[in-house]
RNA sequence: GCCGAAGUGGCGGAAUAGGCAGACGCGCGCGACUCAAAAUCGCGUUCCGUUCUCGGAGUGUGGGUUCGACUCCCACCUUCGGCACCA
């Protein structure tokens, strides 16, 4: 074991053996919830991203804390998912087995990372004291009509022959077998997330993330506003809404579309074309989605049905179609047919020689864009048209304002073992039966066998299926599937600080004063799923009574990745990953999170490379160096070195700024800075004062503890200081001392830098420093000959002489 | 196709309420120490020219606004990300 590796266990044993880190209660007023998302326990150990995550995270969170803030900073394992399972199917190894060897093993490698962390709050969530809670939340849900049931499309492998989850299948082909996957209509359970998609979006604007973020989530909402047209079909006492957020171009329809599955296409389709329909239909229900949807604008087909409909303005006969660009799930799953302006529908027109109509264009004396051949409404912006002609369709009451949503529910259920069992009964005579309460959890059973024969291990397993009706008794059977692992990771911050609860998922009173989180960082791929799915689950839950706010994560930020050095992707097929564990064995935590820090932008990430770690060793070995044989001096007098000082108030300032805004490789830049500062101060001698320089190796070491917590630690007691220094107050930098009494000042002659001028601090003022500055020495040679027109005066930087 | 982000030395990256571009490092070069090497320390390091002190160019490309633009505006190019028949 070397010297930074005995540090670490130095460090780390005396910090579990003052507790250092317990979090404390009653300071909660002052509680700051710092969230690195929590780790997956897959079959592989911690990674470098983990480092980058946590380590980088604890540097903010150590700040917080040196600022007086009640830091909790909570580690747990999403340990439920699919692939356990698959391991387990390869190897025979429990998934159970192999996820807690996982966890033990990077349990260890956590601690070894010396994180502020009171791992009295770990959680895990494929245990029963939380999955119980998970199913507990489902029911609630259920009560609340926001979870249902209802027929869905899933993946299907003809070959495996069974249901695949959305991350098993990659380019529409089986992960396992390369079979071309299918869709299968199965009942599912959903999550109502459209109950909230108004707020979901509205939401946003007061959160404090990243605007990218924000900005896919509102797209993935997909909030349209338009306008509702209905238009009849005479002959058959029927009558068509479609949705449009074009409402203007409603003199351009020359045509209906509708989706192959909308329930009114039997009825629509005449006696003699009835045959073709219904050939067409069921040839697109046979197309995967995948086919339907093929390329870019895939090719659009469709049938005509024979009826006609009648425009709600001009009482033109209107042809319908069933077409397959028309999606049933959006809008009313019927679309006025606008070829003039729609990309879509002119394809499609086109295609099976329908008119086209322009009815937005250029008129003559007008520059912009306004309406033509729609009868009254001619000459308006559509932006008018809009309003004018929804007005219109109001008052004749064929059609209203709308809002659409491109958002769709939640489907939770998964067909996979390992899993929260979904707290479902089904009863031969009452049907879906929830699981009562107090008989909670429902637990996932171990003997279970894994063979891969098309069958999820759970519906084989008797002793878990077979069960009484809760109702009336009668024999029944439990639900197979499992639920998503995102239900289980859609509410885990809100089992954190009460993680030990035994009657509920969490306190009302303590959950409603620790959250929101206040920080939460974690990759930006979960832009449009767990960070949705948590605030949907929260805002239900703020519904249902429990929490008394709606919005989990405060202020969110996006650690970058780190690639490989050869700038892919890491992966064991590349044979391009890194391990942390050599380096943190070779050099200790501190020396490679610093080369984590310093190598990248927090939030860009980017490729490895070895002389991160190298240039942090030499970094610290010049930092050690300070603390070693100080030149002897009597001296109990502080004597201040100006500029040295004034440096330390810098550093101490931007040190706090940069740690604050997440980039720690200018933090670390600036305690270089320092370092050569004071290595440079103790090497010249004659001047050298002693107890200044020992105050300001204080200040350096306390800067240097959220970096490097380990390493600070052992300097703080070398300085013969018996606390730790997490115990210290971060440094306050005073304002005053920033400047000297010389500031230099750059001349500019038209606009371009000629000169350095050193000018008194004094000398402050635009028309004083004008002054000097057209009567130096140095600026004279520039005025020869020509005419001054104007200086500019940035204050304490800059004078720019505009010459002629 | 639509939406968004980013383009700065050989490399990682600094600097944006418009004010000295290239901080801090890696690498490289030269020097010191050494029999030698490694390690360490010192100096140099955007490019071109140079008389060694300056001059010119320079933040993807081309324009613009301004005393002054990496930063703001317009157009374009490249890369990455999100959505993708959402009416």
Known sequence: MNYSVKIDKKWQKRWEEQSLYKFNKDRIAKKLYCLPMFSY?????????????????????????????????PMGFDAFGLPAENYAIKTGIHPRLSTMQNIDFMRKQLKAMGLICDWDYELSTCSKEYYRFTQLLFLKLYEAGLAYQKEAPVNWCPSCQTVLANEQVTEGSCERCQSTVTKKNLRQWFFKTTAYQAELVDCLKELDWPNET??????????????????????????????????????????????????????????????????????????????????????????FTGSY????????????????????GYGTGIVMGVPGHDQRDALFAKQYKLPIKKVVGENGEQEREVLINSAEFNGLQPKEAKQHIAQELAQRQLGGPGTEYRLRDWLVSRQRYWGTPIPIIYCPACGAVPVPEDELPVVLPDDVSFTPDGESPLKKCQTFMSVNCPKCNASATREADT??????????????????????????????????????????????MHFLYARFITKALRDLGYLNFGEPFRSLIHQGVILGTDGQ????????????????????ADV?????????????????????????????????????????????????NQKLDALRHRVIQKVTQMIERFQFNNAIAQLMELCTALGNYKAAGANFNKPFYRELLADFVRLLAPLAPHLAEELWSTLEHENSVFKEQWPNYDPKKLELSEIE????????????????????????????????????????GKQVLKVIVVPKKLVNIVLK
């Not at 990759?523 to 449009?528: V, Y």
């Not at 991160?612 to 109990?636: D, K």
């Open 745 to 784: 000042w750059a001349l500019q002659i038209n606009g371009v830098v000629r000169q350095k001028l050193l000018l008194d601090s004094s000398i402050a003022n635009k028309e004083d420093v004008e002054q000097v500055v057209l009567a130096s020495e140095k600026v004279k040679p520039y005025l020869a």
């Open 483 to 528: 639920l998503d692992t995102f239900v289980d990771s859609a509410w885990y911050f809100l089992r954190y600080p009460d993680n030990k609860n035994n009657s509920e998922p969490f306190d009302q009173k303590l959950i409603n004063e620790m959250l929101p989180v206040d920080m939460y960082v974690g990759g930006r791929e979960h832009a449009a």
């Open 309 to 328: 409909a009648e425009h709600p303005l001009t009482k033109e006969q209107l042809p319908i179609y069933i077409t397959n660009y028309v999606l049933l």
């Open 214 to 303: 924000k900005r896919i989530q509102t797209h993935w909402i997909g909030r349209s506003e338009g306008v509702y047209v209905k238009f009849s079909v005479p002959k058959l006492q029927q009558e068509l809404t479609v949705f449009t957020t074009r409402v203007d171009t409603l003199y351009g329809v020359t045509f209906l579309a509708m989706a192959p599955e909308h329930p009114l296409v039997a009825q629509l389709a005449l006696p003699e074309y009835q045959e073709q329909v219904k050939q067409y239909v069921e040839a697109a229900k046979e197309q995967s989605e995948r086919e339907r949807m093929a390329g870019a604008l895939g090719d659009k087909t469709g049938i």
């Open 41 to 73: 326990p897959s079959a592989d150990k911690l990674h470098i991203g983990h480092w980058f995550n946590y380590g980088l995270m604890d540097v903010w969170s150590r700040l917080k804390w040196m600022q007086g803030y009640e830091v909790f900073q």
């Open 592 to 640: 490679f999170r610093m080369a984590l820090m310093f190598g990248f932008a927090f939030r860009e990430g980017g490729a490895w490379d070895e002389g991160f770690v190298r240039s942090i060793t030499r970094f610290v070995g010049r930092m050690e160096q300070l603390f070693c044989e100080l030149p002897g001096q009597t001296s109990s007098e502080t004597i201040v």
């Open 569 to 588: 992707k890491m992966s064991k097929s590349k044979g391009n990953t890194v391990s942390p564990d050599q380096y943190v064995e070779k050099y200790g």
